[in-house]
């Protein structure tokens, strides 16, 4: 396995550093490997641009920081705009079809749209939708293991919320096999 | 210090037991009030029978800054303005201890104005026992948030125009449990409010008005420190049910002295240990934690949890 | 007393988490802090995690407030902490001189960013290295550690205190907003298997007892507030008794030691961690963050045939010259790439000036190195 670099960006309060939390503690305390995870944002508690990052890694992770990388999820159109001329030229663009419209990449990169916001909109729950992301990430990215991305978010949210948030994961999960 | 003052063994100083003997003679002027204030700060200590060795007192910085080193005790002589904070630290890691901080206007209203007024809003358990001459002794009589209106100083040549903080007042308002004001000619008063201030729970604060003789008083022609005295003890009047916040001090009015404020409320600590045990015990049930869930006391990242 | 409060187990943990967690497994248990990005999270988790513990979170009304009561609570024998950023910093200076003349033991966190001024509250800088070393007035020998993730923020935490109460002083961890607020595996060994140092208490009895006395180390012994030795201690200087003296002669018996306590140990003191500079040509010298963000530039420089090793600065006051002045004797020279413009290089050329040249790799915060840039320089110190 070769270091695996993923960036998600959108607004503040979409869960764009809780997703990147999630996805690192899956990584790295439940499949053994190593993660790194940063986060940047402005000064604003919500709506300011957001970002976050995370790097796996078979051994320690040196370079923490995502300027190339493997994987883009996208929650927001500023979010795409800003980061998609990070995406590798053969990365995986993952982004939510309802808030991402106006794309502009070229037709290397594997792009996944998923209407995340309108899937947890249906669930009960807009709140959920990065968790609806981050079921289609496990799905298309193959970077980190089913069980641990399950674990990781069942120890990351309120106890109450759980039975939502797996349904939301599940949902994301299957979307593509649903696609087909 | 003059060098060549011997102090001779033999003679006695019925505080020797609260002073540090090898220290004197100390530092401040003849006729400056200091000495007696204190006095009474060792008589009321006694009077409270508190022991000595639980006693610790805290200076900042000027000629009252000096208190800590002469007083035989566990003993602090910190930066300017922030006796406050460190006998707040003292206090709340040994709760055991009768914390007093002793110094001047300059320091604990100028530079140390604002840990003065968050310290009484907190309740935290300490005692504050202010020395108000009026003006900046040590470093040659400069103007203070004290010098009261017109009155003349090393940095208000054609005298002070700037209003000055009525400390009782302030003190009160900050929310002291307990506030009085003496002068240095009250000193049976004065040790009698030390003593009820070292047995009281929360945020107590002493004011002592006492003569400068050698920068106030020869600024403002005010004579010598005992006619300063005199003029004190002329100018005050006792008054216990006066309004803190309606007595200001100026250069003729009276001194209104007297215990204004006296009463019970939770401290800083007592609010904590109140206001959060259950909550706190609630979330150290571990067991309980990691039957459920195990979120809290694990890494939180700082992001809202969905 | 409440029990099993203290974690121990492998977290997915934010760096400044794990140093307050660090600070807990140190014996931490007075924390009085203010309000800053991107140090506030070290306040909020001691204000969660201490009242679990007995301990003592007080939010006080500024930095000035919250370094002076630090130091009153390990006069009361309680070991404390604070944590900042670049401006509370600043405002802490004054009293950091306190505790260097009191000698008091307590832990001081500078989570760095953008700088001078507010600069770039939420961004990455490492601004205050030499603020560290010189910011209050006065000569006093201090110790600062630099972590370069959540797990060394843990570990340096616990050095930290452990320093500090070996030697009595305010021990300073430089960190950044990066691994502040990175977050990756914290693993959190059992308490019991933790090196942890406890300040030496005198045994002297009341009378006999000198609170500045030093016997056989440079370090004097502690007696805490309330035990019955009714010391003085004070900011000015002073002799064996805590008492003031103004004289030239106390001045010379009190200030040097306050420096050599530290220089003479600075052996004990220093963390490096090398790699690949026995036989390098070139040696980045890099701390905190930047060691790992120039990484990818020394193995870049690698594939183009440049012997280049990294000497990361663990500990970065007291500055480690002797091994800098080592390797001047045997390298080409010395590239130093750091997030202020030119600080650490400093040191670096004063320890290396008479063989090598140094290149100093400046950025102002705000972002990381060009890593162009750095192979760059190593190319031009490796081929000139």
Known sequence: MKEQKIKISGFGGQGVILSAYIIGKAASIYDKKNASMTQAYGPEARGGACSSQVVISPKEVDYPLVDNADVLIALSQEGYDKFISILKKDGILLYDSDLVENLKHSSKIKSNPIPATRVAEELGNKIVANVVMMGFFTAVAKMVSIEAMKQSIQESVPSKYTELNMRAFDKGYNYIKNLK | ?306 | ?384
């Open chain 2, 1 to 306: 210090m003059n060098k060549n003052i011997q102090v001779k063994k033999e003679i006695y100083h019925p505080m020797e037991d609260i002073l540090r003997m090898d220290r004197m003679p100390h530092i401040w002027c003849p006729g400056c009030g200091l000495g007696s204030d204190v006095v009474a700060f060792a008589q009321g200590i006694k009077k409270a029978n508190i022991p000595f060795d639980k006693v610790v007192i805290v200076s900042g910085i000027g000629c009252t800054g000096r208190v800590a080193g002469y007083l035989r005790l566990d003993s602090y002589h910190t930066t300017h303005g922030r006796a406050i904070p460190f006998a707040t630290g003292l206090k709340l890691a040994n709760r055991e201890l009768t914390v007093v901080v002793f110094s001047g206007d300059g320091d604990l209203f100028a530079i140390g104005g604002n840990h003065l007024i968050h310290a009484a809003r907190r309740n935290v358990d300490i005692n504050v026992i202010c020395v108000n001459n009026f003006i900046y002794g040590m470093t040659g009589g400069q103007n203070a948030p004290t010098t009261p209106l017109g009155a003349y100083s090393s940095t208000a040549p054609y005298g002070n125009f700037e209003p000055p903080f009525n400390l009782v007042g302030l003190a009160a308002a900050s929310g002291a449990t307990y506030v009085a004001r003496w002068t240095s000619i009250h000193i049976r008063r004065l040790a009698d409010s030390i003593a009820t201030a070292a047995k009281k729970k929360g945020f107590c604060f002493i004011e002592i008005v006492t003569p400068c003789a050698t920068v106030f008083a020869r600024k403002n022609k005010g004579g010598t420190g005992l006619d300063l005295l005199s003029e004190f003890k002329n100018r005050s009047v006792i008054n216990h049910s006066a309004d803190p916040t309606k007595i200001p001090l100026d250069m003729e009015g009276e001194i209104v002295c007297g215990e204004f404020v006296n009463e019970e409320k939770p401290t800083f600590w007592e609010n904590v240990k109140e206001g959060i045990r259950e909550k706190v015990e609630k979330k150290v049930d571990w067991e309980k934690m990691q039957s459920k869930r195990k979120r809290k006391l694990y890494a939180e990242s700082s992001d809202d949890l969905s």
């Open chain 3, 1 to 384: 007393m409440l029990k099993k409060s203290k974690l121990h187990g492998e977290f997915f943990m934010q760096g400044d988490i794990a140093c307050a967690e660090g600070a807990i497994a140190a014996g931490c248990r007075f924390f009085g802090g203010y309000p800053i990005t991107p140090a506030s999270e070290i306040a909020e988790r001691m204000s969660y995690r201490l009242p679990m513990l007995d301990g003592v979170f007080v939010q006080f009304e500024d930095e000035i407030a919250s370094i002076t009561s630090i130091l009153g609570a390990s006069w009361a024998g309680m070991k404390s902490m604070t944590a900042t950023s670049g401006p509370g910093w600043s405002l802490m200076n004054e009293n950091i001189g306190l505790g260097m003349m009191m000698e008091t033991p307590c832990v001081l966190i500078n989570v760095q960013r953008g700088s001078p001024s507010t600069g770039l509250p939420t961004s990455w800088g490492q601004s205050d290295m030499m603020q560290a070393k010189w910011g209050s007035h006065g000569d006093y020998g201090s110790i600062s550690l630099c972590p370069k993730s959540p797990q060394e923020f843990f570990d340096l935490t616990i050095v930290a205190f452990n320093y500090s109460e070996k030697y009595r002083l305010p021990v300073f961890i430089l960190t950044d907003a990066i691994v502040g607020h990175m977050t990756e595996k914290v693993i959190i060994p059992p308490v019991d298997e933790l090196e942890i140092i406890e300040r030496k208490y005198t045994t002297k009895k009341p009378g006999e007892y000198l609170p500045y006395k030093v016997e056989k180390d440079m370090v004097p012994d502690f007696a805490k507030a309330g035990d019955g030795y009714r010391y003085h201690t004070t900011g000015l200087t002073h002799d064996e008794r805590g008492y003031p003296v103004m004289t030239e002669e106390c001045q010379w018996k009190c200030v040097p030691r306050l420096v050599e306590k530290i220089t003479k140990n600075a052996d004990n003191i220093i963390l490096l961690e090398e790699r690949d500079v026995e036989d390098a040509d070139v040696v980045v010298v890099a701390y905190g963050i930047t060691a790992r963000t120039v990484v990818p530039a020394i193995e870049a420089a690698k594939k183009k045939g440049i012997k280049v090793g990294l000497l990361r600065l663990i500990t970065v006051w007291p500055f480690p010259e002797k091994r800098i002045k080592e390797l001047a004797q045997k390298v080409k020279g010395f590239v130093v790439p750091e997030l202020n413009l030119g600080q650490i290089v400093l040191e670096v050329e004063r320890c290396s000036a008479k063989y090598v040249t140094t290149k100093s790799i400046t950025h102002p915060g705000g972002g990381i190195h060009k890593i162009e840039n750095i192979v760059k320089a190593i190319e031009k110190v490796a081929y000139e």
